[in-house]
């Protein structure tokens, strides 16, 4: 699973955007539009696990209702802006790119460290079927 980190900087990427001020208090369109896509991204792939306040705890001590807003406000606009939602896409493309070479690297290194040679070539097989 990503972590929010992660998920800053792939959409600070994307729009060519400053880690630091997606953290801080800049209200910039550029910024205000690209945080709250991350928002939401946090809220669809941490489901429960996170809170509106904990969200907003990371992004300059802001408030539960603002985390809130900035989700409803975003989603509409991605209903109604054309590009908007296919930068979006493209986004959740990417991190799923990302959360899936995490999940490749961790099965190699799991690999690795197996010293019997049978199970390394069974494990190495089941891998191999889960690329296919």
Request: hydrophobic share 40%; glycine share 4%; proline share 1%.
């Amino acid at each position: 699973m990503l972590n929010i980190h992660d998920l800053v900087v792939v959409v600070c990427n994307y729009f060519q955007l400053s880690e630091d001020l997606m953290y801080s208090g800049l209200n910039k369109r550029p910024y205000s539009s690209a945080r709250q896509l991350i928002w939401k991204i946090i809220k669809l792939k941490q489901k429960d696990n996170i809170s509106y306040k904990s969200i907003g705890q990371l992004f300059n001590n802001r408030s539960h209702a603002t985390i809130l807003q900035g989700i409803i406000s975003i989603t509409n606009q991605l209903e109604t802006d054309k590009l908007l939602n296919t930068q979006y896409k493209e986004i959740l493309f990417r991190l799923n790119v990302l959360e899936k070479s995490i999940d490749i690297k961790g099965q190699l290194i799991a690999l690795l460290e197996e010293s019997d040679i049978d199970r390394l070539k069974y494990k190495i097989q089941l891998f191999i079927n889960t690329l296919v």
